[in-house]
């Protein structure tokens, strides 16, 4: 294993660390906000570092196992998904830093658990940046929205857990109808799911079923908030405030917007989706 499979790991790692030693350590609350924060910094440093060394690498990936021939559990580093982990990760400081002081000047409960859960949805968005292929993404991108179920929910009251359900049900639904749909439509065209300058569609399906494609991950990606499955953001709103600021400028709508870029340049293709009058 190379120095870059190494930090890539570690950026997914080190957020799930964070989580464990927030239960690990759960009757020493300074000890615990301290540890979050130094690991948030230590993530950061590693995106970097990874930043640094791709500069004498312009494409790199590595497979972790495979579930069946064409389908596997892979990482990669390309531009897009780097700037989405260097935007994530910094400010996964920023918003921890604020956290804390908010969480405690505002006498919230369990705080144990809110810190666990926003650590443990740093390192799916780490997963979601440096996935090489859709299947993987996928994955990563069902996790962020269960491990921010928690967050929303976090007052307990019956607002808060109306928010919950609601902001559950759209993302879970959208994914489940819509954009896990177009993936399984995908691999049964392209027997593949790797991501791939030039996308993997190119010249292999009539421009009618791109633009359905197209339309499927448009609205199967809740995240990105687009109409009419939008409802989810202002029924979160009820969540603390430092998880309103995760929801919009560190992860979910992030992961939505990038999921939609990632998908059309890398699965369907800039040039494929122009010539077939899809994205119009």
């Not at 590693?46 to 495979?66: A, G, H, T, W």
């Not at 390309?78 to 260097?86: I, K, V």
């Not at 639904?173 to 392209?190: C, E, K, N, R, Y």
């Not at 292999?204 to 448009?218: D, M, Q, R, S």
Request: hydrophobic fraction near 55%; proline fraction near 3%; charged fraction near 15%.
């Amino acid at each position: 294993m190379n120095k870059i499979e190494i930090l890539i790991l570690l950026s997914i790692f080190l957020p799930l660390l964070a989580a464990f030693l927030n239960v690990f350590f759960k009757k020493n609350e300074n000890l615990r906000d301290l540890l979050t924060l130094l690991i948030s910094i230590l993530t950061f440093g590693c995106v970097v570092n990874i930043f640094l060394q791709r500069q004498n690498l312009p494409e790199y990936s590595f497979k972790i196992f495979d579930i069946m021939p064409g389908l596997s559990i892979s990482f990669s580093v390309e531009n897009l998904g780097l700037l989405f982990a260097l935007i994530a990760s910094s400010l996964w400081i920023v918003t921890h830093t604020y956290a804390i002081g908010y969480m405690r000047k505002n006498n919230e409960k369990n705080r144990l658990r809110f810190f666990s859960f926003f650590s443990l949805s740093i390192a799916t968005v780490m997963g979601i940046s440096f996935s090489d292929n859709l299947f993987t993404l996928f994955i990563f991108y069902e996790i962020l929205t269960l491990s921010t179920f928690p967050l929303v929910a976090h007052k307990g009251t019956k607002e808060a857990l109306g928010g919950a359900k609601k902001y559950l049900s759209i993302l879970i639904g959208t994914s489940v109808a819509f954009q896990l749909f177009a993936i399984i439509w995908i691999f049964s065209i392209a027997g593949t799911l790797d991501f791939k300058v030039g996308g993997i569609l190119t010249g292999k399906t009539e421009p009618y079923i791109v633009g359905i494609l197209l339309a499927l991950f448009c609205f199967g990606v809740g995240k990105a908030a687009l109409m009419p499955f939008h409802g989810w953001l202002p029924a979160a709103m009820v969540a603390p405030t430092p998880v309103s600021a995760l929801l919009h400028a560190v992860a979910v709508v992030k992961a939505g917007v990038f999921t939609i870029l990632k998908v059309g340049i890398f699965i369907f293709g800039i040039d494929w989706l122009e010539e077939t009058s899809a994205a119009d």
